[in-house]
């Protein structure tokens, strides 16, 4: 028999004071497993992979579980276009995206690859561990040899060149470039002491790479350098450029550090959840990362900037508070014709449950199923128009 609770109205207060809310917005995820990259096609479609063979796909606006020929973890994914695309992993594993779904792809090698990337389509890289590299030739992956003894973490094919980076514990690697036209020739760019775990190219005069601990690096042709920067950060995982002056990089324990006209700026993730790829469209960054965590900003901050705004006593009622199959939420202050987002996270800023609500008829409070929540506190955010009500619930 479960135990019943007296209703109690919970007037929630929000300060008068100024706030500043993170940008970066979790998304709802249809699945738990970690998610290891993402890879955005256009500004409404892309993809994620992650362990046990997750992959999930975003489309109008909403992310959804795909079929999967396997169940080894995936660790990287790329396309070149809507319907041709590649996904690496555990064991040897090489997807392709035929436009219709994921078939596996014979492997030269049993070795764990870490990462693909293509020139065009007819040009690729897969490298893994134990110096694993292969090539696309042919319509066929083959191996080469170049006895590396580290694992190959991070791979771009720019134009005729492939840039390579990694490491190994008490064995670390330089930054290579390979010359495809010149027979895959190898040769030193940088002779560095730290494990590289990410790089990313616009050009083969302007790059930056990322490794463990803490590193960030700028490449200008003739010289490495960092950025300069004030603050320490944990190490990065991912590195995403989309020209020499902007892009992005996440990592540990939720870092996010947002690379704009030139500079380095680190950002509040709202989440402690390790972040492992990211991916940028003209409109938007991407982050994923460990238990399903999917986060989005903006680019145009002038435009997506909420301003703070005084929101009185009373704005929000959640009710009863502590709850147990059933929530009521009771909102004022609403914005006419403005569109109505509630999201209910935990407090490790996972999204619970996502939705639009209708207040087209008046019909307050909304009442949403708490039945199938866990036990704990949660935080409810409803966005209308240019405000943002807050409140907080226990599920008992």
Not at 9 to 16: C, D, N, S
Not at 103 to 115: A, W, Y
Not at 265 to 284: C, P, V, W
Request: proline letters at 4%.
């Amino acid at each position: 028999m479960k135990t019943r609770y007296i209703p109690v109205i919970l007037i929630v207060f929000l300060a008068t004071t100024e706030i500043t809310w993170a940008q970066w917005v979790p998304e709802v995820c249809p699945v738990k497993e970690d998610l290891n990259a993402v890879c955005f096609i256009n500004e409404s479609q892309g993809w994620a992979v992650g362990d046990k063979g997750t992959i999930i796909s975003k489309v109008n606006g909403t992310w959804t579980r795909s079929t999967s020929p396997i169940k080894e973890d995936l660790y990287c994914v790329t396309f070149i276009t809507r319907e041709n695309g590649w996904a690496v992993g555990a064991n040897g594993t090489i997807l392709r995206y035929n436009g219709y779904a994921w078939e596996k792809i014979n492997s030269p090698t049993g070795n764990d690859l870490l990462t693909v990337s293509f020139g065009d389509s007819e040009k690729g890289v897969i490298t893994g561990e134990n110096g694993t590299i292969l090539v696309f030739s042919g319509n066929t992956w083959k191996q080469l040899d170049k006895r590396i003894k580290a694992n190959l973490y991070a791979a771009q094919y720019l134009n005729d060149d492939i840039f390579l980076g990694g490491g190994m514990e008490l064995l670390n690697v330089p930054i290579m470039k390979m010359a495809v036209k010149w027979g895959y020739s190898l040769t030193n760019i940088f002779d560095s002491n730290i494990a590289v775990l990410g790089l990313a190219f616009t050009s083969p005069d302007n790059g930056w790479i990322i490794g463990s601990p803490g590193v960030l690096m700028h490449f200008d042709g003739k010289s490495w350098v960092g950025p300069g920067l004030d603050y320490k950060f944990p190490s990065l995982n991912h590195i995403s450029l989309s020209d020499e002056n902007n892009g992005l990089s996440v990592g540990f324990s939720g870092t996010i550090l947002a690379f704009e006209e030139g500079t380095w700026i680190r950002e509040e993730s709202g989440t402690n959840m390790h972040l492992n790829g990211s991916s940028i469209t003209a409109g938007n960054y991407y982050a994923v990362g460990d238990q399903g965590t999917i986060l989005v900003r903006s680019r145009n901050k002038d435009k997506e900037e909420l301003q703070t705004k005084e929101i009185p006593d009373g704005a929000i009622r959640l009710f009863p508070n502590p709850c147990r199959d059933f929530l009521n939420i009771g909102l004022t202050l609403l914005e006419n014709n403005s569109p109505v987002i509630m999201s209910i996270m935990d407090l490790k800023g996972k999204v619970v449950e996502q939705k639009e609500l209708d207040f087209s008829k008046g019909n307050l409070p909304v009442t949403i199923s708490t039945a199938d929540y866990k036990p704990g506190t949660y935080l409810v955010k409803v966005k209308t128009g240019s405000k943002i009500l807050l409140g907080r619930f226990i599920v008992n």
